[in-house]
């Protein structure tokens, strides 16, 4: 096994001791993850977002376990529910979306940025490639995060669910009644929402979250980052 690069072993050693430090179980899974993968930056990156979603978890109240599969198990009020995580990288055409939003906010000339109808299919693809993936009789979150401000926004996975959430209600054996909620995590923090976490719940699951588990998901205004 070809030896870690000093700068890759202190970053992961970081990451370590802050998953440590919350009070993170089953950190070593994680951790071989990420040593297994050290030399590739874009999996990295996805590896990221299950510890971004194990400490903010963490800090409010949930016990979290990082596994292989699904990525976490979350524990409040004495319920058990899994949570698996998917990133959605910043792409080459953002940074032509960002000169469009900076002439708006110069000029007040409205553009037409990003691709929401390709976006929300996205997600729909995603959701059930996840659903699909999931065999537990339990409730289970699809934690989303973006890394890109001008591609993936809360009103798109919002829009990506309602879409879901039609599909269960007219096939209660669709694989995505497996997912009782979607978890987003935000680039952007919301001034007029006061938040960067949005949940949203499937109505039509075959499991659905817990009332107390779902306000104490509700609750999470903000989430927290490793790196």
Not at 23 to 29: D, R
Not at 118 to 146: G, M, N, W
Request: glycine share 4%.
């Amino acid at each position: 096994m070809k030896a870690i690069p000093r700068d890759r072993e202190e970053l992961i050693e970081r990451v370590l001791a802050q998953l440590e430090q919350a009070g993170v179980q089953g950190v070593h899974v994680f951790i071989k993850k990420l040593r297994d993968n050290v030399n590739n930056p874009s999996t990295v990156q996805d590896l990221f977002v299950e510890a971004d979603a194990a400490v903010t978890f963490r800090a409010h109240n949930f016990g979290v376990t990082m596994q292989d599969r699904p990525d976490l198990v979350l524990e409040y009020d004495d319920h058990i529910v899994y949570a698996e995580c998917r990133h959605y990288q910043e792409k080459t055409g953002d940074s032509h979306d960002e000169e469009k939003l900076a002439r708006y906010r110069e000029f007040g000339i409205l553009q037409e940025y990003g691709t929401p109808a390709v976006i929300q299919d996205q997600i729909l693809t995603d959701l059930d490639e996840k659903a699909r993936e999931f065999d537990y009789h339990a409730p289970f979150i699809i934690v989303l995060k973006s890394s890109s401000k001008y591609r993936v926004e809360d009103d798109i996975v919002q829009a990506a669910v309602h879409v879901a959430t039609g599909i269960t209600s007219k096939d209660n054996l669709h694989p995505l009644t497996r997912i009782s909620a979607v978890l987003f995590l935000s680039p952007w923090r919301s001034l007029n929402k006061n938040r960067s976490v949005y949940i949203f719940p499937m109505v039509c699951a075959k499991s659905a979250l817990p009332r107390v588990v779902y306000y104490a998901l509700e609750s999470i205004r903000y989430h927290m980052s490793v790196v």
